[in-house]
């Protein structure tokens, strides 16, 4: 089992910057972990943002937020972070990061194996 810990959603105009955090524990090792964001707003399906491989640091990410969001990680801190710039209220919505040990399918935004809680980002326009 791999819990998530999700922070630093919040309220941010149009046009700013906020950086989410992903803390995980509950393993002793994560070699094969799989780390991803995804986002839900009200009514609407689930999306799928960005993955990244624990050990390799590759990354994938949907269109929709390719070159405004930036995902990365700190394996000292067992953390994974969601830097999104150039906000917009479309962006609003409860980001969730998730992982996998088992499975390789959320590499494309398939379920993860594990979900945190959640964490709402509301951008005002």
């Known amino acids: 089992q791999v819990l998530l810990v999700e922070s630093g959603g919040g309220l941010v105009q149009a046009g700013g910057s906020l950086r989410l955090s992903c803390s995980y524990s509950g393993r002793t090792s994560y070699n094969n972990l799989l780390m991803a964001w995804f986002r839900q707003a009200p009514g609407q399906e689930r999306e799928f943002l960005v993955a990244i491989g624990r050990v390799t640091g590759n990354t994938n990410y949907a269109d929709s937020v390719r070159g405004r969001f930036i995902i990365s990680k700190d394996n000292t801190k067992d953390t994974m972070f969601l830097q999104m710039n150039s906000l917009k209220p479309e962006d609003t919505a409860v980001y969730y990061c998730?992982?996998?040990?088992?499975?390789?399918?959320?590499?494309?935004?398939?379920?993860?194996?594990?979900w945190g809680q959640g964490t709402q980002v509301t951008v005002s326009s």
């Open positions: 998730a992982a996998s040990d088992r499975s390789t399918q959320i590499w494309y935004g398939g379920e993860p194996d594990y």
